[in-house]
């Protein structure tokens, strides 16, 4: 899953093509998530997730089959291209990143139902030709870290397929509704944030006994849970958006 608004130069690695390129030793920087204002997370993620960010839902569009799909995301902002995690100098304002920040520069993206190749972004500044980790040793094969990377990589597209069934579980149940988050910022304007998907909190009162119990035995109960606490951290975000607001009037 290759997110356009961290990748700018999306390339699958190649062995030629990225034959003596390294990274860079240096302190972590995500100036490059500064227009990230989510991001998807794995279903096994909400529990670390849902203390640092809300997490909602939005549309993914049809499978093969013509039927809906939906994702999770972790909320980074409440407008677009806003990351208010981010702060000055880079550093990341949660101990938690999701799986596929962590993983940057490094992606993954599916060729087909049974292919997927790493991808990285050629235009992070944290390449180097001549120091730093290799990606291919010297007879052009991977290195210990990509091999490394590529594992990696290949669990948390593992754990995408399996977030896809919580979502059939969801659009199944019918307990999916359009969220809209309204503030009143201390200047009187009112911020609403829309535009996500989020648990209906009377549908899913409204759930007979023995779809609980089978939303239980899934585990889609739990991610509920998880959910609906997480929503507490977008007055947080309010919070944030309203100090950047007053340390530059022009955010």
Request: aromatic share 8%; net charge negative.
């Amino acid at each position: 899953m290759i997110n356009p608004a961290l990748f700018k130069k999306a390339a699958a690695v190649d062995t030629t093509a990225h034959r003596g390129w390294r990274i860079a030793p240096a302190q972590p920087n995500w100036s490059v998530a500064s227009e990230l204002n989510a991001m998807f997370i794995a279903s096994v993620e909400f529990g670390d997730a849902c203390v640092e960010y809300p997490i909602v839902f939005v549309n993914a569009g049809n499978d093969p089959q013509g039927n809906r799909q939906i994702a999770p995301v972790a909320v980074f902002g409440l407008r677009e291209k806003e990351n208010l995690y981010l702060e000055q100098g880079g550093t990341w304002r949660a101990s938690y990143l999701p799986a596929l920040l962590q993983a940057y520069p490094f992606g993954i993206a599916r060729v087909d139902d049974t292919r997927v190749v790493v991808v990285v972004d050629e235009a992070w500044s944290g390449w180097s030709q001549s120091e730093g980790t290799a990606l291919f040793n010297e007879d052009g094969q991977p290195s210990e870290h990509l091999t490394a990377v590529r594992d990696q990589l290949e669990k948390i597209e593992a754990e995408v397929q399996r977030t896809r069934l919580f979502g059939d579980a969801l659009v199944k149940a019918d307990l999916l509704t359009e969220m809209r988050f309204d503030a009143t910022l201390p200047d009187g304007k009112t911020l609403t944030v829309d535009g996500f998907l989020a648990v209906d909190e009377k549908k899913f009162a409204a759930l007979s006994d023995e779809k609980v119990l089978e939303l239980h035995k899934s585990g889609a109960l739990g991610l509920i849970h998880a959910h609906q606490i997480s929503l507490r951290h977008m007055r947080r975000l309010v919070q944030w958006r309203q100090e950047r607001a007053a340390a530059s009037p022009s955010a």
